[in-house]
């Protein structure tokens, strides 16, 4: 019984289709990939186009020194990773700080920063992240939106 029920399913089916006019398939448009083509914006020129946050330095700044410079960029963005000493301990200090770092790596996509301070014991006393463009927003793993004033200031709590 559950044969039969099969060859009248499968004959139906073959029915049904030998009525129906086979329609040939179309063929798709074709159009270039975009912005695959196009000429390589430099860091600089991407800076000029799209940055985000203010590039304003404060007015007075804890004093600091930049211990190390380390380039850190690949797949056309610009970036560094700093490590900064200073006496400074609070998250107000560093963001101050951040702020004149900003100022002075505007032509760059990202910065990450360390804060130490060699007078006592080389020690990590927290972090920034400069973001200056879109792509150094995504590169720093902001997918949504980057950081309201492109960086994020932390401080460790002791």
Known sequence: MTVIFLLAAVATLVWRAGEERIQALETPELRPAPEVFEEPVSASERAEIQR????????SV???EILEEEPTGRDGARSARLLVDTRSRSEEDFTLITQDLKARYDDYDLVSVEFTD???VLDYNGGAVIVNTPIGSRRA???FAPPNEGYYVNAVQR
Do not use: D, L
Request: charged share 20%.
């Open 52 to 59: 985000i946050g203010s590039f304003e330095r404060p007015e």
């Open 62 to 64: 804890p004093a600091y």
């Open 141 to 143: 793993g902001f997918i």
């Open 118 to 120: 060699t007078s006592v």
